[in-house]
Each structure stands twice: as structure tokens, then as C-alpha cells.
């Protein structure tokens, strides 16, 4: 199974969102599979921490996707994060478009039923706020999640290594 962990940097308040998908390949039903969900509200010296610790218990072949600010500050975050990610695959997305239209690829995975969840004590909260989409105040688990997924399609298979190679709007579960 690939896998990436989208993050949605929360400011301000908003929660900041780790969300890991995981991809099963094209041949198996549900092929993309919601693994894990991480929140956290909090300064930015605990985000970092927080990224940096869910990436080493995701274990190295789990790709990490974090968003980029528009502007100096964005670019400033971003390079930070890939220096202290030192190690891991890390992809770095700016967003175009709105919210809507950046998360219809991954609902029409969902609405397909395409896509599955580990239950866990995340995944009420998960499935509220996609549900809720775009309508509720918040959107960061639609954001991680729409992101990692967005990684996964493109191709993304892990890091290869010469022992091992990795194989590869309307919501609903």
C-alpha cells in the first residue's frame, strides 16, 4: 500500500489536520483507504513537533504533503518544514483554486465508494466534516485529506529501495 499524510496547517485557532491515506492499488475495491487522522490546536512550535512525530511513526516510506502559503512567510514555512523533515519524502503543494474544486477529485472517489476508513476514535469527526462540506465552518480534514489524495493519483508509489519496492461532491461511506 502507498501512503501519504496530507497536512492542513492550522492558525489562529483553526486545527491543524494530519490526515493518512493510503492507496491499495487499481485493481482492489475500495482502493483508497482513509488510515489515520491527527488534530491539534496550538502555537507553531507545537506543530512542527507534531508534524515531525507523526512522520516518524508513519515510518520514512509515507510520503508527507503540506501545503504553501502564498508569499514569503508561506515559502519560509515551507522550507522550514522540509529541513526538519530531514529523511522523509516531503512534497510541498501550493493551492490553486477553491476549496470546492480542489476536493471534488477525492469525492468522487468517496461518492463512488471507492474509498474506505480504519474506524478509530478520529473517524466520526472525519466523516461530520466531510459530510458537512462545504457548508461547516471548518474544512482543514478536506483540505489534508484532498491533498494527500491528490499526491497518491499522481503517481506517487513510496521510495524505492533495491530489497523492497513499495506496489502499489458528495460524500459518503
Do not use: I, M
Not at 508527507?64 to 530531514?86: I, N, S
Request: net charge neutral; proline share 9%; charged share 25%.
Amino acid at each position: 500500500v502507498a501512503r501519504c499524510r496530507g497536512w492542513d496547517l492550522g492558525a489562529g485557532g483553526d486545527p491543524t489536520e494530519g490526515v493518512l491515506l493510503g492507496d491499495r492499488g487499481r485493481d482492489e475495491v475500495p482502493r483508497w483507504v482513509v488510515l489515520d487522522c491527527v488534530t491539534h490546536v496550538g502555537p507553531p512550535h507545537e506543530v512542527h513537533a507534531l508534524v515531525k512525530r507523526t512522520a516518524e511513526a508513519d515510518g520514512a516510506e509515507v510520503a508527507v504533503v503540506l501545503p504553501q502559503d502564498p508569499g514569503q512567510a508561506g515559502k519560509d514555512q515551507a522550507h522550514t518544514f522540509v529541513r526538519e523533515l530531514a529523511g522523509f519524502t516531503v512534497r510541498v503543494r501550493r493551492p490553486t483554486g477553491d476549496k470546492v474544486t480542489r476536493a471534488g477529485p477525492w469525492s468522487s472517489q468517496v461518492g463512488a465508494r471507492n474509498a474506505a476508513l480504519v474506524r478509530g476514535p478520529w473517524t466520526p469527526a472525519f466523516v461530520a466534516q466531510l459530510h458537512a462540506f462545504p457548508d461547516a465552518p471548518r474544512d482543514d480534514k478536506v483540505d489534508a485529506s484532498s491533498d494527500a489524495f491528490a499526491e497518491l493519483a499522481s503517481g506517487y508509489e513510496g521510495p524505492t529501495r533495491p530489497e523492497k519496492r513499495s506496489h502499489a461532491p458528495r460524500w459518503g461511506f
